[in-house]
């Protein structure tokens, strides 16, 4: 996967402009609230959110912990141009980095986070680019540093793998169907961090949105 082969934000079949009011779907201000109450930043702490997006993490934890230092990273210029209007609407200031996921380590350093998150990318993601990603964050976090991931979970009941078929649609079956079976807590612990539990389950409108914490040793 490179710059040029990523699914968008809306998925494939919507622009960029879609993506907030179809995130709205998915209870975001339930999640995101408590994506933020996991994260907790302080003053002086680095918080790298990969696959930022339309911004919407980003703002809510720099208007969170001003005094933290928080750096969206997406491979879209639409997605983070439309962020940038938001966090200046907001009167926020993240830090914006154009590139992928898989090379977050190289564009914000190496074991410098001290927070690495990721929000609904990891289901759009073939197996192979889930592995590649979840071993940059691994690398870019410090050591003791900590990883919060919102994304797609186990689909555990017929009505969330019913509601679940509206991911897959726009995202694709092959790469969303890991998630829905689970996959997730496993390749965390595979690329190297320990503690990895899901610690939140939120039932949407379209399946069930899991948050995962883990730290690197």
Known sequence: MTERSFTPAAGRFAPVRF???VVALTRERLWR????MHIAPRPE????DVGCGTGSLAVLLNRVEPR??????????????????KAAAAGATPEWRLGMGDAVAGIVGAGTADTVVSSLVLHQCPVPM???????MHE??????????????????AAMRLAFRFVQLADG????????????PRLIAEAG???????????TLTGSLSLYVARRA
């Open 19 to 21: 993506y907030d009011p």
């Open 33 to 36: 609230s408590l994506v933020a």
């Open 45 to 48: 702490d680095v918080v790298v």
């Open 68 to 85: 933290a230092t928080v750096i969206g990273v997406d491979p879209d210029p639409e997605a983070l141009a439309v962020a940038r209007r």
């Open 130 to 136: 889930k592995r590649a990603v979840l071993t940059a």
């Open 140 to 157: 870019t976090l410090r050591p003791g540093g900590k990883l919060v991931i919102a994304d797609y979970g186990r689909q555990r009941t």
């Open 173 to 184: 079956k092959a790469d969303t169907q890991p998630n829905a079976d689970g996959i997730l």
């Open 193 to 203: 961090f320990q503690d990895v539990r899901e610690s939140e389950s939120v039932a």
